[in-house]
T-cell receptor, first 117, second 114 residues
Framework: KAGVTQTPRYLIKTRGQQVTLSCSPISGHRSVSWYQQTPGQGLQFLFE???????NKGNFPGRFSGRQFSNSRSEMNVSTLELGDSALYLCASTSGTSGTLYYNEQFFGPGTRLTVL | DAKTTQPNSMESNEEEPVHLPCNHS???????IHWYRQLPSQGPEYVIHGLTSNVNNRMASLAIAEDRKSSTLILHRATLRDAAVYYCILRGRYKRGSQGNLIFGKGTKLSVKP
């Protein structure tokens, strides 16, 4: 099985722009989670989707949004980019039903490195 | 959401066992204990998880205290490839309004000396 893929792998934007990142989960996985990783804050949870519904959301401003499509692929969008949004954005997929996600393994993609100038 | 506490860093010699501790005194009865690790320049990867009983897999063993307030990840023979940041995380049943997901702390940076 192919692993979790994320596109693009690297991205450079300027302040004020917006960006869309894409994540394709492992085939058959219906849950996708997004994380932001920075040297200062470490790994922080952004949001989780299951079958096109957002189940959980972390403590991020409304500029961060996401969605999941019927084929389980997910996108996250960041509007009005700020310098502090420079980070590695990681996507993870999980197998199982909504009731079993919490004890199943999450598979992470390689991440998208976003640099905001 | 329950939190975990881990040492910032640990050192080990190659081919020796490594015991990575984790405290989670506020764990609830249905929280699973997960361990992930992140090698340099890679996304995190799953290592092991458990609920109450000790667990073994090809990568590691997980020893869970009887009161479940602490656990230890055991790498039986550390190799240079095991040098990574190891995260101990609690994950519980879905609750509306909670983060309910993998809350990563700072983790333990493991260095392995040849």
């Amino acid at each position: 099985k192919a692993g979790v893929t994320q596109t693009p792998r690297y991205l450079i934007k300027t302040r004020g722009q917006q960006v869309t990142l894409s994540c394709s989960p492992i085939s058959g996985h219906r849950s996708v989670s997004w994380y932001q990783q920075t040297p200062g804050q470490g790994l922080q949870f952004l949001f989780e989707y299951f079958s096109e519904t957002q189940r959980n959301k972390g403590n991020f401003p409304g500029r961060f949004s996401g969605r999941q499509f019927s084929n389980s692929r997910s996108e996250m969008n960041v509007s009005t980019l700020e310098l502090g949004d420079s980070a590695l954005y990681l996507c993870a997929s999980t197998s199982g039903t909504s009731g079993t996600l919490y004890y199943n393994e999450q598979f992470f993609g390689p991440g998208t490195r976003l640099t905001v100038l | 959401d329950a939190k975990t506490t881990q040492p910032n860093s640990m050192e080990s010699n190659e081919e020796e066992p490594v015991h990575l501790p984790c405290n989670h005194s506020t764990i609830s009865g249905t929280d699973y204990i997960h361990w992930y690790r992140q090698l340099p320049s890679q996304g995190p990867e799953y290592v092991i998880h458990g609920l109450t009983s000790n667990v073994n897999n090809r990568m590691a063993s997980l020893a869970i205290a009887e009161d479940r307030k602490s656990s230890t990840l055991i790498l039986h023979r550390a190799t240079l490839r095991d040098a990574a940041v190891y995260y101990c995380i609690l994950r519980g049943r879905y609750k509306r309004g909670s983060q309910g997901n993998l809350i990563f702390g700072k983790g333990t940076k493991l260095s392995v000396k040849p």
